[in-house]
């Protein structure tokens, strides 16, 4: 069975302060992509990050950073110094390779606090 | 403009009532998707199609129908509406390049069934 657990429902944290919101997920194909995509309370979904399954190389991008861990199964986004405008439901996502078709966690909401 | 559009962007309808949504899409992309968002499900794969003359259920299509009048064009049809069906649906389009596999969202409809 394929599948992707947030289970985060909601976290709230108050601007400045780091967050981490987790993803695990399960799969038995070898091969696979990740993704992050995040729902500002204007509704569309925003790509973040795909990671492939076997470049296990943690990536930074401004405040942000993906830790990927493949003996875990795990695939954590962390924001450094949170800002308000960070406030948004954030997705995880998995994709085996070739199936073309995404499996969507359940998404954590993050309410940054001024 | 944007790469994904889809319209209406909000719609209220009655119980029984066929309705339409489209998508269209300037990325070139062979993929299209459609899903809904439930509040605490994600988002949900109703059909998928990859090239005009490739359509699939997704994993819940009953109560929808779909049609790609083109590469560019993705329509979503409720043949006959019903308040379980009340949700926000998103268009995707999926593109790859060499290895990788990103799906890009329109901006979602918001369906009000009564």
């Known amino acids: 069975a394929q599948k992707v657990t947030q289970a985060q429902t909601e976290i709230s944290v108050v601007e400045k302060e780091d967050v981490t919101l987790d993803c695990v997920y399960e799969?038995?194909?070898?091969?696979?992509?990740l993704f992050w995509y995040k729902q500002p309370p204007s509704g569309e979904l925003v790509f973040l990050i795909r990671?492939?399954?076997?470049?296990?190389q943690n990536e930074i991008s401004g405040r942000y950073s993906w830790n990927f861990q493949k003996s875990t199964s795990s695939f954590n986004f962390t924001i450094t110094a949170s800002q308000v405008v960070d406030s948004a439901v954030y997705f995880c996502a998995l994709s085996p390779l070739g199936t073309y078709k995404y499996i969507f966690g359940t998404g954590t909401r993050l309410k940054v606090l001024a | 403009d944007a790469d994904v559009t889809q319209t209406p962007r909000n719609r209220i309808t009655k119980t029984g009532k066929r309705i339409m949504l489209e998508c269209s899409q300037t990325k070139g992309h062979d993929r299209m998707y459609w899903y809904r968002q439930d509040p605490g499900l994600g988002l949900r794969l109703i059909y998928y199609s990859f090239d005009v003359k490739d359509i699939n259920k997704g994993e819940i299509s009953d109560g929808y129908s779909v049609s790609r009048q083109a590469q560019a064009k993705f329509s979503l049809s409720l043949e006959s509406a019903i308040p379980n069906q009340t949700a926000l649906y998103f268009c995707?389009?999926?593109?790859?390049?060499?290895?990788?596999?990103?799906?890009?969202f329109g901006p979602g409809t918001r369906l009000l069934v009564l």
């Open positions: 799969t038995r194909d070898t091969t696979y992509y």
């Open positions: 990671r492939n399954s076997f470049d296990e």
């Open positions: 995707a389009t999926g593109g790859s390049l060499g290895w990788e596999e990103t799906q890009y």
